[in-house]
């Protein structure tokens, strides 16, 4: 019964996401729900490595500027329709996830947290070292939009983040995502049952970085630029997103991620205090909520399956 | 006397200059259940460690069936067929014991024989039956008692259709109520045609379980022989009592 009224409730919202721009004719509303939605997609592609294995990725918005600056010094510039440039940057931070967890995820430790904090880095380093080119602190302006109108760029990431956040879900509820949950509990006694662990480690890095790439992708062409401003400070940001909605089931993470985008709109008056907004509900949720927000969507429907 | 299906030849670990394992050599032989018995500190675990891939032997080398496995690494020793348990259990405290038991059915070694999702549910509910567990296959095993634990971990192990079965202390922890159900499922097994390599630091509980004992200490095979064998052995008596209990024992 609550599983229906729970489902009934997320087709409801998902209708009304469709429906809002018939509804309501507001074009700010518009541009910090599709922020919100690109932002759900992130933290569902990081709680689907991170949430999933135990292992923390600190440099998810490397692998956002990967796809970002993909469209920004390559493909707008040569005409291609976002859709490929999307795919492309998918392919290219899956690569660059795996490359950097090939050798990281063998080891145990801190080395593979270290490596992705350092990619970030990099990255930042990259950018400015090459100003002339990736535009410095400015960015790239003029980039192909999304969609010709708002409307159609809210369309555009709406079906791409359902779609993302569908495909992270059902693929977590799988065989595959048990794995990964079971190499979470105790990575020695997976390996002791013959699974392969660092295929599925890997595999499922690469997945969430190509998600995380596909979203710097297509959030270049939303804005019609790209520049550090957009990818660098998300990075904790979206640790933050998880956390606070609930990780190991891909949802509770996407809601958080949506909700405290959200926030972020509603508290843009704190102005520098931001942060230590971000903080006080981060530490809020570990006290009182340590599942975090959403999780009880998916908790209580395992414990009743128990009986 | 059966065929060989586990040889060890020469195996030695040594970390820096504490030899933990020296000269290992003996054989397993196919349905036995064989104790390795020693004192702390002996090198039994380090022995199993090596066995199960998670150490590299510094020398020597070790065939399961002639097929010589020195050099795997632990997934590939278990997909081959050597799958062992901890002295300290070690389930995936996150997942059911039904998960548990699902995730070795997901190993390469598995896949080949368990088709579909249907396979793979019926492969759990026999083992789950057999080890008594048919129950509990919807709890979480965060709050299974210990026994229970280690039935999940035994059921988990046999979900692998392993050719040897290596228990690290199957019985450390547990009180005498918890240690009959786990003798009579490894009797059971072992009568299916299962073989065990156990390790033990207490004599007691080898006298009704295993055929054969190895018996080390400090890195050494010291005696070899059925349990009755080895209780009375001087030199076993020795390394666990200490010098001059071998005069007492003879007198």
Redesign the interface.
Known sequence: MRKRILILLLILSVLLLFLLPIIRDDLYLLIILTIALSYAVLAASWDFFSGFTGRENFGISAFVAVGGYLVGLVTSGLGVPPIVSIVLGFVLAGIVGFLIGFPTLKLSGPYFALATLALVVIAQKLVLAFARTTGGEDGLYGLTYLAETFEGSYYYVLIFSLFSIGFLFMLGRS?YG??L??I???E??????????IRYKLTSLSLSAAFAGAVGALLAHFYGYIGPDVVFHINLLVIIMAIVGGM?YVIPAALGGFAISLLTEFIRAFGDFKNLAYTIVLMVVILFLPGGLFSFLFKQSTRK??R | MNDVILRTEGLSKHFGGLIAVDDFTAEVFEGEILGILGPNGAGKTTLFNMLSGYYKPTNGRFFLRDKDITNRNAERVAELGIVRTFQIVRLFNKLTVYENLLIPCLSPRMASRLKDQNDRDRHIREIAEEVHINELLHESVVNLPQGTKKLVEFARALANSPDVLLLDEPFAGLNPVEVEPLIEVILHFNKKGKTLVIIEHKLHEFMKLVQRVIAMDRGKIIATGTPKEIAQNPEVVEAYLGKGAKRFVSS
């Open positions: 065989n048990l794995i949950k079971a979470h509990s105790d020695e006694a997976a390996r002791s049952s013959g699974i392969r662990t190991g399956a128990r």
